[in-house]
């Protein structure tokens, strides 16, 4: 192979490379884009952030709504097989779609929220001063 013809197919796959590099950059910034909008709809509280793939406990602690409630909706026996199955696991046991399922998860969390409207009041914080340790030479700690 000439030198000529090395050096064209460097260049080649240097092109090449660098058009690999601006796609992964691109979905990369769509990524994070992506991440961010679900980011401030779940701190509002959006329900339509809920994914096949979350657990009644998880939904539970994200959107403030108590576990037993949640169950109840979805009227499944054995709050043990709820606590840590998916939705997708769940509509498959059921033999529901799994968007029905998070449908009705939106609903029940939505109408817990009427029922339950969160108050007004800040959350209280507890502001505790650490103090720091003093060690005494030839102690031992464990």
């Known amino acids: 192979m000439s030198e000529r013809a090395r050096l064209g197919l460097l260049c080649l796959l240097l092109l090449l490379m660098l058009g690999m590099l601006a796609i992964c950059a691109v979905n990369t910034f769509q990524a994070v884009r992506s991440f961010q909008q679900q980011s401030s709809a779940l701190?509002?509280?959006?329900v339509s952030t809920i994914r096949d793939w979350m657990t009644i406990h998880v939904i539970s602690h994200i959107y403030n709504v108590p576990e037993d409630y949640l169950e109840r909706t979805l009227q499944f026996g054995g709050p043990d097989l709820l606590r840590h199955a998916t939705l997708s696991v769940l509509a498959n046991r059921k033999r529901q779609p799994v968007n029905q399922v998070i449908r009705t998860i939106q609903r029940a969390i939505l109408?817990?929220?009427?029922?339950?409207?969160?108050?007004?009041?800040?959350t209280p914080t507890l502001h505790t001063q650490v103090k720091p340790l003093s060690l005494e030479p030839g102690r031992t700690y464990y």
């Open 111 to 122: 109408a817990y929220r009427k029922k339950h409207p969160p108050s007004l009041s800040p």
């Open 43 to 46: 701190e509002t509280g959006d």
